[in-house]
């Protein structure tokens, strides 16, 4: 969509931006925001909410003239359980704000040249929204084609299988992808009584409603997937518009954790870089093997990142210090771009979030796929069996990878 396609009678086209919270899903959009504003004749609002995080907002509030940021109130979430998962609390938050979203948008239909609204992957509810008041809908899809993919298939697959897709005997063959099995299906899919799946059931059937759905990935990467699904005229207009990654030049990214001074110090390619991403944590005995692991690795080094408040607190005692020569432990939000751009890095571990598996490939780090949740597991196939650009450690019959298995 260009700034001429976008239409409207007079004035700057303006856009809406939906992001549900989570770094994995704001960082992409906001930077498509940017190149949007930057690069062509645009203007935009993002609406967030109370419950976005400080270094979320920062982040938004860091983006350049032309965008604005709407804060809605938070909704009500006491009838939630407090064991609902997490695609089932976006969901229920997304649903509940939509009353509040339509406000927005009736100020801004009145004071802008609104002509879309773009919503991250949790936005299904809000192309219909969108279609109220005569905007464009649209999906920024923060994930693979393969994931895309899937998610347009889920009702056809849901009404054609019956018990777990785990338990399907045959491989899962998503157009242009590589097979996978039931069991490599995002997490969220995987108890089919869950509410969670219901819930990503319901966004997933009105994609179709989307006037089109930009990906954050590219032909060079998963050609195969992206020209299956540019091809189906069942699926709205796909803008492969990826690799969308920052530049490692974000205030964000400033180094008060010492990351890159210490690595100017390594040799170059020895640094194995660990990280599981913004939410991601381990069990404590997997911790342990790979603290361990790591330290009888012996030569070569690592920059070890958890995003845990005390993540001292669940390593080995004495590990710091027992292997401050050998790396470094960075205990919160680490310059990740500046990290894996850095010619002292060889090695990336990561959980395999899209984002980070984006910035490993633009930066040509090799990665090991240790996936977590979401649909990493997917990501890790892609990774490790169709791009072959990362390995995969294995695991124990007890799910763990222990520290032998980490031994170079
Ligand atoms: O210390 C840190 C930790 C993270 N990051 C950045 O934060 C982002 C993390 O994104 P991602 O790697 O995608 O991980 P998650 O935050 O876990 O992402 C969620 O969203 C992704 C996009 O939909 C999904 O692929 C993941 O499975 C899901 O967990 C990346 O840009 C990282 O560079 C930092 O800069 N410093």
Redesign the pocket.
């Known amino acids: 969509m260009d700034a001429a396609d976008a239409g409207g009678d007079g004035g700057v086209p303006h856009l809406v931006f939906l992001p549900t919270p ?4 704001l ?1 992409p959009l906001a930077e498509f925001a940017k190149r949007l504003v930057l690069h062509h004749r645009i203007t935009a609002t993002f609406i967030t909410g109370d419950v976005f995080s400080k270094s979320q907002m920062a982040l938004l509030d860091r983006l350049p003239r032309g965008i604005e940021n709407v804060v809605l109130p938070d909704v009500s979430l006491d009838d939630v359980p407090s064991n609902a998962k997490a695609e089932t609390v976006i969901s229920v938050s997304a649903v509940r704000a939509l009353p509040a979203v339509r406000g927005v948008l009736g100020e801004l239909k009145k004071t802008t040249n609104l002509v879309a609204l773009v919503s991250d ?1 949790f936005g299904g509810f809000a192309l219909e929204v969108a279609r109220e008041f005569g905007i464009r809908p649209y999906i920024f899809f ?2 693979t084609g393969m994931s895309l993919s899937l998610f347009l298939r889920l009702p056809e697959l849901d009404a054609q299988t019956s018990g777990e897709y785990r338990d399907l005997p045959d491989l899962i063959r998503l157009p242009g992808c590589i097979p996978l099995h039931g069991s490599d299906l995002l997490d969220p899919i995987q108890d089919r009584k869950n509410e969670a799946y219901t819930w990503l059931l319901r966004q997933s059937s009105r994609y179709r409603l989307a006037a089109g759905i930009f990906l954050n990935s590219f032909e060079g990467l998963e050609g195969g997937a992206i020209r299956a699904l540019t091809a189906d005229p069942g699926n709205p207009t796909i803008y492969p518009v990826g690799p969308l ?2 530049n490692g030049g974000e205030e ?2 400033r180094d008060s954790s010492g990351c890159v001074a210490w690595l100017d110090e390594q040799p170059r390619g020895s640094v194995l870089f660990v ?1 599981f ?4 944590t381990l069990p404590l005995e997997q911790l342990t093997e790979l603290a361990l692991g790591w330290r009888r690795a012996g030569s070569g080094s690592s920059g070890f ?1 958890h ?1 845990s408040n005390d993540p001292f607190a669940f390593l080995p005692e004495g590990f710091v210090e027992r292997t401050k020569r050998l790396g470094l432990v960075v205990s ?6 500046k990290i894996l751009r850095h010619e002292s890095t060889g090695g990336f571990l ?8 984006l ?1 490993s490939v633009v930066h040509g780090v090799p990665m090991i796929a240790w996936p977590l ?4 597991k997917m ?1 890790a196939v892609l990774l490790v069996e169709d791009v072959k650009v990362a390995l995969r450690p294995r695991t124990g019959e007890d799910g763990i990878v222990g520290r032998g298995r980490w031994r170079k």
Do not use: F, K
């Open positions: 989570g770094m994995g899903h960082i992957l923060t994930t990654v920052r964000s990214d990280s991403g913004s939410g991601g990142v995003s919160s939000w680490a310059p990740q771009v990561t959980h395999c979030g899209w984002n980070s598996s910035e949740y979401a649909e990493q990501n």
